[in-house]
């Protein structure tokens, strides 16, 4: 079992920056790959960008690439999303997520979710 917990969130102008935090109790974070997702409202929730346990290789979604940067700390049992450059398009609750199996750009790859932590970017 992995618990997860984000925080970080908040209310920033257009072209601002915001880092969220992830911080993961349980056993054995750093044999995860670990993803950060998001959900607008009246959207699904969609992929935003992974990192994997070995080697800490990151992947990125088109509209965030360039702009967001996620990176973990295995010693610490955290992970972050830097995120440049906010766009009120970025708005939506964002997740942090610890994967099973499976293609890790994909939601159902993911078998442990955080609450999620809001980011409302305005205009």
């Known amino acids: 079992q992995v618990q997860l917990v984000e925080s970080g969130g908040g209310l920033v102008q257009a072209g601002g920056s915001l880092r969220l935090s992830c911080a993961a109790s349980?056993?054995?974070?750093?044999?995860?790959?670990m993803g950060w997702f998001r959900q607008a409202p009246g959207k699904e929730r969609e992929f935003v960008a992974y990192i994997t346990w070995i080697g800490g290789n990151t992947y990125y979604a088109d509209s965030v690439k360039g702009r967001f940067a996620i990176s973990r700390d295995n010693a610490k049992n955290l992970m972050y999303l830097q995120m440049n450059s906010l766009k009120p398009e970025d708005t939506a609750v964002y997740y942090c997520?610890?994967?099973?199996?499976?293609?890790?750009?994909?939601?159902?790859?993911?078998?442990?979710w955080g609450q999620g932590t809001q980011v409302t970017v305005s205009s």
């Open positions: 997520a610890a994967a099973g199996s499976g293609l890790p750009r994909k939601i159902e790859s993911y078998n442990y």
């Open positions: 349980g056993r054995a974070f750093s044999r995860y790959t």
